[in-house]
């Protein structure tokens, strides 16, 4: 395998460099006078000088030795700047957008893929670039500390007319959100103006625009604004400059194109040609150096991997005792064997209250019959709800509306005065997709039967006419899950430790995604699974300001892992591992909490590890022996290029890589690459320093990626293995679903933190 990382080379260990004590004032003196010529960074209480041009060396300081990979900080703010300032040197006429990451847009017109569909007047003005990324990364890859740089391509919108531009051709620029643009000061043609998303455009007087910000109405000069880069916007503007059909046109034929860019063969040539324009010249490797002696060179050949360690496809286990298990898929194991808490699960005969449209009744009825009955012939769906998951009955309560109203359906749950159901199946227009959060029946529907504490199952209007096994199959998994059910569990892994996973998420509450914008409140998402995969029950933190977090977070914590203690009788002396799965670390907040955590529950030994699982990342894995896959009889192959599932590498010893989507996974073309997801360990940043608390800390990767990897068999959502294992699908569902209900009148998450906590109602 190829990963997009080019390797560094040094021909030293040591090296010397020149400092100067620090001081604000001191740094931004070198910087106004000689930044044409040095580089300024910090080291501590130090400045350290990079002379890139000055042949005169008119700055001294102290010299003192460095070490490449001990003072690694140094070493890679040399690396950056010395790589920026080279670049500048060899490709005269670029201006970067970003200096870190590293990123510029190509100049060639066939990296344009909108060029050659837009008419001549504004050629260049509207552009679908390719946007080249270099950062870089510190690597120990099998045990060889390196550094590398990490080469990406994407392609960007750019959108060059100015808003005063725009109001002089008479464009409407009314309720547009605009960005405004800066140059940094000493930045002009050395880095691209800086953009800040500011707001709403309301008014135009002169030369000038009123913008709704969030610090209210702000006036900014027409000159300095430009709209947001986005489809929609420039969309809207060349159906303006062209008509409507042309723009269609255009946009289709940029989205063909797009589709023939983004293969894998495609980005892997691409980003090897942009490695060897970067990295040498004329075929020689380009020295990188200062006048102090520092310089490295970079292999322009992607660097090669290979798998670090052997991860398993979990085994599938389907009764306590573990003796009836699966090991090639869950719902073979499912259909010979029925559901892993058969026996002890208490809700045999569900009670199901179905609303539909009276003029679907027919469909609806039909739909319902073969979800609990199975469909004949079938290959995966024969037994049906009622057998395949052991139930003795399933009790549909059918009712009808005459409208497809928020208060039809209401009515019908509130008149329903039965012995409560254990969970509705409701059929909904497909047209309901289309309305925005804030209106939408969906929404209002869903808030009404879960601060009743029932789960619900929506159905679209066009699937009661339309559904086969595949549908119904998943739909089934879901509602058992719904009820309360636990479908299959993996095997334990051997221990004298107690374990638990924990989904940790969050997200903040925003008044807007404005420049400035207060995100003064957060909400908090834990769920809590066993290390054999059962869901234990998932807790809602409420909605806090920041400065409450910690103690809502902690509070939530103390009481579930006191609630399992019990449960689970756990000892007194036990040790408990606590593995959490972070999706959006808040500072060093977690560590604090866990801190406090350990010194509350003093009667266990408490050793955890925080663990972020990420899709926002610049590495890329490449199997340039993958000739792909062909799908559903096709004579085309698709994934080529891309690992087998499973295939992964350990960048350090925090970091490792997994491809969770490959070839054979792949449903078309259009998919394109297939990035891998980033697990890292991590640990607190900056100045936080607490010695008693890394002691207490889990760093075994292998672990924690093998563990990571068989959750992603977890869902219950499906029968499908996932990129995101199961505690982060959790608590994104959850966050997401609590987000878009925050509007609904009369809604109250905290009905969540009850009876419905052990259910997975979010699915």
């Known amino acids: 395998m190829n990963l997009n990382y080019f390797p560094i080379e040094f021909d030293f260990y040591d090296y010397q460099v020149i400092t100067q004590p620090y001081s604000d004032d001191r740094l931004n003196e070198l910087r106004r006078a000689y930044n044409a010529s040095y580089s300024f960074f910090r080291d501590g209480n130090l400045i350290v000088i990079s002379n890139k041009e000055d042949e005169e060396n008119q700055l001294t300081g102290k010299v003192e030795m460095r070490s490449v990979f001990n003072d690694s900080k140094v070493t890679s703010s ?6 920026f300032r080279t670049f500048k040197d060899r490709f005269r006429g670029y201006v970067p957008v970003d200096f870190y990451p590293f990123r510029f847009y190509s100049r060639q017109g066939k990296d344009d893929l909108i060029l050659g569909y837009l008419p001549e007047k504004i050629k260049h003005k509207i552009a679908f670039k390719k946007l080249i990324e270099v950062q870089l990364r510190e690597t120990n890859i099998n045990n060889t500390k390196g550094f590398a740089f990490v080469v990406n391509i994407r392609r960007n919108w750019v959108f060059n007319f100015s808003c005063l531009e725009l109001h002089k051709e008479g464009f409407d620029l009314k309720n547009f959100e605009v960005l405004h643009t800066e140059t940094l000061p000493g930045l002009d043609n050395v880095l691209a103006p800086n953009e800040d998303f500011v707001g709403t455009l309301q008014s135009i007087s002169g030369d ?3 913008v709704l910000t969030s610090e209210g109405e702000r006036s900014f000069p ?14 809207a503007y060349l159906n303006f400059a062209t008509s409507e059909e042309k723009c269609n046109q255009i946009l289709a034929a940029v989205s063909q194109e797009r589709i023939k860019k983004q293969s894998p063969v495609n980005q892997f040539n691409e980003i090897s040609k942009i490695a060897k324009h970067l990295f040498s010249d004329k075929g020689k490797p380009v020295v990188f150096q200062n006048k102090d002696g520092f310089c490295f060179k970079v292999d322009a050949t992607p660097l090669q991997v290979q798998n670090s360690m052997n991860l398993q496809t979990p085994t599938f286990i389907y009764d306590h005792a573990g003796t009836k298990k699966n090991n090639l898929n869950a719902d073979m194991g499912l259909s010979n064997y029925g559901p892993y808490d058969s026996i002890s699960f208490d809700i045999k005969s569900p009670r199901v209250l179905s609303i539909c449209h009276r003029a679907k009744r027919g469909d609806f009825t039909r739909f319902l019959s073969h979800l ?14 009622l057998k395949k998951y052991e139930l003795h009955e399933v009790n549909y309560i059918i009712k009808e509306i005459s409208d497809y109203k928020i208060e039809d359906y209401i009515e019908v749950i509130r008149n329903y005065d039965n012995e409560n159901p254990h969970l509705a199946i409701i059929e909904i227009p497909d047209q309901f ?12 529907i869903k808030a009404k039967l879960l ?67 207060e995100s003064s409140r957060v909400v908090g998402i834990t769920t809590f699974m066993s290390s054999d995969g059962q869901y234990l029950l998932g807790d809602k933190v409420k909605d806090v300001a920041y400065e409450s977090y910690f103690e809502e977070l902690l509070k939530s914590l103390k009481s579930s892992i006191n609630r399992l203690s019990d449960e689970y009788a756990w000892q007194d002396g036990d040790t408990v591992r606590l593995i959490f799965h972070i999706f959006k670390p808040i500072k060093n907040v977690e560590f604090d909490v866990i801190s406090q955590l350990v010194k509350d529950i003093s009667k266990f030994n408490i050793k955890f590890a925080f663990v972020t699982i990420s899709k926002s990342h610049p590495s890329i894995l490449f199997d340039t022996n993958q000739q792909g896959e062909s799908k559903y009889g096709s004579n085309q192959l698709i994934g080529k290029y891309i690992p087998q599932r499973g295939s992964n590498v350990f960048i350090d010893d925090e970091t490792s890589l997994i491809q969770m989507l490959g070839a054979r996974e ?28 890394k002691d207490l800390m889990f760093y075994d990767l292998n672990y924690i990626t093998q563990q990571i990897y068989s959750f992603t ?42 009876s419905l906590k052990r259910k997975k109602w979010f699915l």
């Open 713 to 754: 068999y977890l869902s219950w959502r499906s029968f499908l293995p996932r990129e995101d294992p199961a505690t982060m699908l959790y608590s994104n569902l959850i966050s997401k679903l609590l987000g878009k209900m925050r509007n609904v009148p009369e809604w109250d998450a905290d009905k969540l933190n009850y």
């Open 451 to 517: 601060s009743l504490e029932i789960p619900v199952q929506f159905v679209r209007s066009s699937t009661l006419s339309n559904y086969t096994e595949y549908i119904l199959n998943p739909l089934a998994l879901q509602i058992y899950a719904k009820l309360g059910g636990t479908p299959w569990v993996l095997p334990a892994p051997q221990s004298v430790d107690r374990e638990i996973v924990i989904g940790l998420g969050h997200s903040w509450l925003r008044s807007n995604i404005y420049k400035g914008a």
């Open 666 to 693: 792949l449903k078309t073309a259009k998919h394109g690459m297939s990035n891998p997801i980033q697990i890292r360990i991590r640990t607190p940043q900056g100045n936080h320093d607490n010695p008693e608390l």
């Open 208 to 210: 000038s625009a009123i």
């Open 372 to 385: 609990k009955e199975g469909i004949a012939n079938s290959r995966y769906f024969q037994k049906g709800l």
């Open 78 to 83: 040399l690396i950056k700047h010395i790589f």
């Open 433 to 444: 997709k289309k309305l925005s959060d804030k209106d939408n029946p969906y929404f209002k």
């Open 222 to 235: 027409l000159e300095e604004l430009f709209i947001r880069k986005t489809k929609r916007n420039i969309q």
